[in-house]
């Protein structure tokens, strides 16, 4: 259970997000809703404490996360940004990239698994061989999503990530992201598709949080 | 062999002269730089002649330890120069900047002792134009590397989260960013490798020619200098990156934007 308290963040003189409160047990899916400029990358990036809390508390499975373990906190999470990362490597050696960290080096990525996303997500094997900076922006953001996936953490903080793919592709990537029960999902967007397929529906408007739909 | 024909002072001025033509060409054209140039001209002519008495005397003195000094001066003057010209934070990131660049001038003076003796390499004649020519590349690898690390991390800040995110150490979250950062900066001279000779004869040859030497000790002088510059801009880059990191994040790795300079 994630549960944040209270949270605050000013840039400047701008008030960027004023009193959140919003708690996610595990394994439920929700939405943020927000216009461009709401706040919500910033939301999405508070929760793992990329952004300097004005106020607030966020507690983890009732622990208060602050600088001494935030970096365990963090590994319960994988945030993926609105734009796709620049990388020199193949597709494939790019999606393995997370099993080369020294934190991951106990797991490798399970084929099967593998392969089953990429088959979903309207690829064929040959993409592995290529070089992932040639692919379009659509392709790369798939991609990313898969090596994301491949790690099967509890909680996916998610910002715009379909913003660069065609219909077919958002609603194949949303089966596969939606798919495990046990997964928590938060998701900052201003598209209005596919809301029905969450739990909760809130809204961020001027920095202030709302609850829409439950 | 001969030694260098002297320039008669009277027949600089006139070569200065000379200047009046792309004077001309400015105001044809209309750019608004007359200026610019001018002052830019009296500067370069200054500086030179400034360096040239003061040469003059640290090599007459020719003490171990003022070279020392003097390649010291050369390494705060340089670190000046790089953080003002990439745009970064003189107070915060000097206490890191400054001991990579004396490690790395240190490396590469010690491995001139693979060529020359200590009293050689030590002696002003030797010591001075050597480092000074290795320092100028410094400052212009490092200009460039320190900016395209900062400005690129600030930029796709969110690639570094998400690296992080993935389970990546902060040194394997900010590897991508480095090695763009040094290729960046080391691009320009394997370019200026490839093409040496063919085009313009480098500096040190050119003078060294100019002052009686043979081609082939000029040319032995050439490959040994751009073998040390090339070390000094690989490890002066990748040092001043690294330490630099230092102070760069705080205790959630939260990237400080206050490492740029404040306007």
């Known amino acids: ?214 | 062999m001969n030694s260098t024909y002297n320039i008669p002072i009277h027949s600089l001025v006139f070569f200065v002269l000379l200047f009046l033509i792309p004077i001309i060409i400015f105001k044809y054209l209309e750019i608004r730089k007359i200026k610019n140039l001018l002052i830019s001209a009296i500067r370069m002519i200054l500086q030179l002649s400034l360096v040239g008495f003061y040469l003059g005397y640290i090599f007459k003195l020719n003490n171990i330890f003022i070279n020392f000094a003097w390649i010291l001066v050369m390494i705060l003057v340089a670190n000046i120069s790089i953080l003002q010209q990439s745009g970064l934070s003189f107070r915060k990131l000097s206490r890191f900047t400054i001991p990579a660049y004396i490690l790395t001038i240190g490396i590469v003076i010690s491995s001139f002792l693979i060529i020359f003796t200590p009293k050689t390499i030590f002696s002003a004649r030797y010591l001075i134009p050597l480092g000074g020519m290795v320092m100028g590349n410094l400052l212009r690898s490092n200009i460039v590397g320190l900016n395209r690390f900062f400005s690129e991390l600030k930029k796709r800040e969110n690639e570094y989260i998400q690296y992080i995110s993935l389970g990546a150490s902060r040194r394997e979250a900010l590897r991508p960013f480095i090695r763009e950062a040094y290729q960046a900066a080391i691009a320009p001279q394997i370019g200026g490798l490839a093409t040496m000779g063919l085009v313009a004869l480098p500096g040190m040859m050119t003078g060294q020619i100019l002052g009686g030497s043979s081609p082939l000790l000029a040319i032995k002088y050439q490959i040994m200098i751009m073998i040390a510059i090339f070390l000094t801009t690989s490890l002066s880059v990748l040092l001043a990156i690294t330490l630099s990191q230092g102070s760069s994040f705080d205790e959630y790795g939260r990237f400080k934007k206050d490492v740029f300079k404040s306007h």
């Open chain 1, 1 to 214: 259970m994630l549960e944040i308290k209270n949270l605050g963040v000013t840039k400047g003189e701008k008030k960027i997000l004023r009193g959140i409160d919003l708690t996610i047990p595990s394994g439920e899916k929700v939405v943020i809703l927000g216009e461009s400029g709401s706040g919500k990358s910033t939301l999405l990036k508070s929760i793992i404490l990329f952004e300097q809390l004005k106020y607030g508390t966020i507690k983890f499975r009732n622990r208060i996360i602050n600088e001494s373990n935030v970096n365990e906190y963090r590994k319960n999470f994988v945030y993926i940004s609105q734009k796709a990362p620049q990388s020199f490597y193949s597709v494939k050696e790019y999606i393995c990239l997370p099993f080369k960290f020294n934190h991951n080096r106990d797991l490798s990525p399970d084929q099967t698994i593998f392969e089953h996303y990429l088959d979903r997500m309207n690829f064929k094997f040959d993409i592995l061989a290529q070089n992932y900076n040639d692919l379009s922006g659509g392709e790369q953001q798939r991609i990313t999503i898969i090596q994301a996936l491949l790690l099967n953490k509890p909680y996916y903080l998610l910002d715009e990530i379909t913003s660069n793919l065609d219909k077919q592709n958002v609603s194949k990537v949303m089966d596969e992201i939606l798919f495990q029960d046990s997964r928590s999902i938060v998701y900052v967007t201003h598209n209005t598709d596919h809301l029905d397929r969450f739990d909760k529906i809130y809204r961020l408007q001027d920095g202030l949080l709302t609850l829409e739909v439950s």
